[in-house]
């Protein structure tokens, strides 16, 4: 049953537990696990480039921080056009052209040419994570936002693990050519789901004559925002110390004394799955205990993780690693809802700009690390995250509690 139109001037929300809201939630589960399996698949191939070009850690890292790094800007120019073109369509279609350059890098025959179609791949792939976010924020009714938006990055963490995975299995067996063609076709069926599965926006209105300088005076009001700049922050320096982790624990784990092979190093990323749970979880948390708690508690749980994975025993070491990818998934569920929540208009904007952090942040610092991997070792690694998740701390009195 189609619900009555809302009167002028008020948000018609789709109501949660309604067949809406599951198709919406459903579909932006699709978006997250291809826009995350796309963007990640590489990781677990760093020390599989670094032998295959006979490059060092960082230049590899360059596979997946050149991908990020394009990802962010492209993410406020998707935003942008959003306002004209619509979300729905320009996420689905950055979604089928995302996997079809995946499926090109599959076949590149050099790595400069390589990094190119990762590069495209980023460029293409920025209306999906921007948009994502900005449609449950005019969607969702704010009570339930925290709830739906933690089931979406469920999606990205399962997206996350699954690309990882896939590539590690498919790269032991057939290549990691091969690896980057099945993570591509899932790609494409995961954006064939999405289109057919998200309903048409309710909340939307079209903006054909927004100029430029329009944009730039909401995003300047957000950056600006008190409320803002700690989320913002808090998301770069998470993410950072995310991809750092992941983008090395790889090297380390494949070397002595541990030697594991590049199909135990993709499923040391089934730890996703915990993230996955986390981020529901969250949501919840979050509505019952206030944001800024949840947001402090993660980042305390992510640097116990970080520095519990200095243990030897491979055991230990997995548990640190499995904490720390708990904190983040929670840590960012809870920001990215509250990003959407305390915006004050121009939602979209807002989401745009904290997935602009997150992203340069997982680019710059990820890079970073593979310096501080080479010339420090995992002792040196590990300080530089929890240097990351301090200054994410640092920001977190200005950010309203509940």
Known sequence: MTPPPAPDGEPDWTPRGSRGYRRIVLALFLSGYATFSLL???????????????????????ALSLTTGLLAPAILLASAASDAVGRRGLMAASLFAAAAACLLSAFAPTWPSFLATRALGGLLLGGAPALAMTFLAEEIHPHDLGRAMGLYVSGTAMGGMAGRVLTGVAADLFGWRAALVVVGALGLCSAIGFLWLLPRSRNFRRRDNMALGEHLRLWGAHLRAPELQPLFVYGAMLMGGFVTLYNYAGYRLAAPPYDLSQTVLGALFTLYLLGSVSS???????????????????????????????????????????????????????????????????????????????????????????????????????????????????????????
């Open 280 to 402: 529901a979880a969250a949501g919840h948390l979050a509505v019952r205990f206030g944001r800024r708690p949840l947001l402090l508690g993660s980042l305390m749980l992510a640097a116990a993780g970080i520095v519990l994975s200095l243990a030897r025993p491979l055991p230990v070491l997995m548990a640190g690693i499995a904490l720390f990818t708990v904190a983040f998934f929670a840590g960012h569920a809870v920001a990215s809802a509250s990003v959407g929540r305390l915006a004050r208009g121009a939602k979209g904007h807002a989401s745009a700009l904290y997935l602009l952090h997150y992203y340069l942040g997982s680019s710059i610092l990820g890079v970073l690390g593979g310096s501080v991997w080479h010339h420090a070792g995992w002792g040196g690694l590990v300080g530089f995250i929890v240097l990351m998740l301090a200054l994410a701390a640092a920001g977190l009195p200005r950010v309203p509690a509940g």
């Open 40 to 62: 990640y698949c590489v990781q677990p191939l760093l020390p599989v480039f670094s032998e295959a070009f006979r490059i060092g850690p960082a230049r590899s890292a360059l």
